[in-house]
């Protein structure tokens, strides 16, 4: 991003210098600094790049994969600077790439929560008739500024299309957004899910669901939530696993993340479980 921006004449926007200086930042300068990263992805040799550059950050952190979410609404429809082909023909080139290093790839939908349904809907009617191969998933992401529930019929015609469902919640909304998003929305995997009670996390142990669990994106965007209840997911036997969420906006990686759980205070059955969990739901490692 830096490097391309300097190439274009652009000034990188204080937020995105606060992120990766390591300062926290509310929600909007978050989605500001998301927003100049995504504008620089407006052909097919950018979204390619985009793509290695995860490839690369993945290999020389030990891992064996990633699961990608991805905009294409957003550029395609919203912003209009990359036809649907181009994106989905950089994508191709850069999975391929990461193929090459060895490593296995899935590619996730996402859309917006706080958006509402029409607009999933409408990111479904987009990407369904010509769904790329490599594409396994749906998602939102986003504030949870819609309840869960009414995405229910999104995720369903989502899931009928052959995709796995998650959902960011837990995050920038209350905890009660996990438990919904899990039996009224149906998910089958929640990124966050920081704000949940012990309930909450005795009902995703007992359902199984995955939950990515974000060290460095929690600090810069749920500073409020300390200390971080990672080390109580686990007691209460949540799948947990670490993800990066937002690498390229938040600097971090999976030895970033390693390093952040180590100074929860995890002991090395604790981190064993985390790698574990994580070879064992990766989607990109299913099939």
Do not use: Y
Request: glycine letters at 10%.
């Amino acid at each position: 991003m830096r490097r391309e921006s300097l190439r274009r004449g652009l000034s990188l926007p204080a937020s995105l210098e606060a992120l990766w200086a390591g300062r926290a930042q509310p929600f909007e300068g978050f989605i500001e600094a998301f927003l100049f990263g995504a504008a620089l992805m407006d052909c097919r040799e950018a979204v390619r790049e985009a793509v290695r550059a995860v490839a690369r950050r993945t290999q020389a952190s030990g891992g064996s994969g990633f699961d990608l979410w991805t905009s294409p609404h957003f550029l395609v429809v919203h912003r209009g600077q990359i036809s649907l082909d181009e994106f989905w023909r950089g994508m191709e080139d850069g999975l391929s790439d990461a193929k090459a290093m060895g490593l296995r790839t899935c590619v996730v939908l996402d859309a917006v929560n706080h958006f509402g349904p029409k607009h999933g809907h409408s990111v479904l009617n987009l990407t369904l008739p010509d769904l790329p191969p490599f594409v396994k998933g749906f998602s939102t992401g986003g504030l949870e500024g819609c309840p869960f529930r009414d995405w229910a019929p999104v995720f369903d015609r989502a899931r009928a299309a052959g995709l796995r469902i998650a959902a960011h919640a837990g995050e920038n909304g209350p905890g009660s957004n996990v438990r919904e998003a899990l039996l009224e929305g149906g998910v089958a995997r929640i990124v966050h899910g920081l704000r949940a009670d012990d309930a909450t996390f005795r009902l995703l142990a007992e359902h199984r669901i995955p939950v990515d669990v974000c060290p460095s994106s929690n600090r810069a965007l749920a500073a409020d939530v300390d200390p971080h209840p990672l080390p109580r997911m686990l007691r209460a036997g949540v799948r947990c696993a670490l993800g990066t969420d937002d690498p390229g906006v938040v600097p971090c990686d999976l030895g970033t993340e390693f390093q952040a759980a180590r100074g929860m205070g995890l002991d090395a059955q604790a981190m064993a479980r985390l790698r574990q969990n994580g070879a064992e739901d990766a989607w990109c490692l299913l099939d």
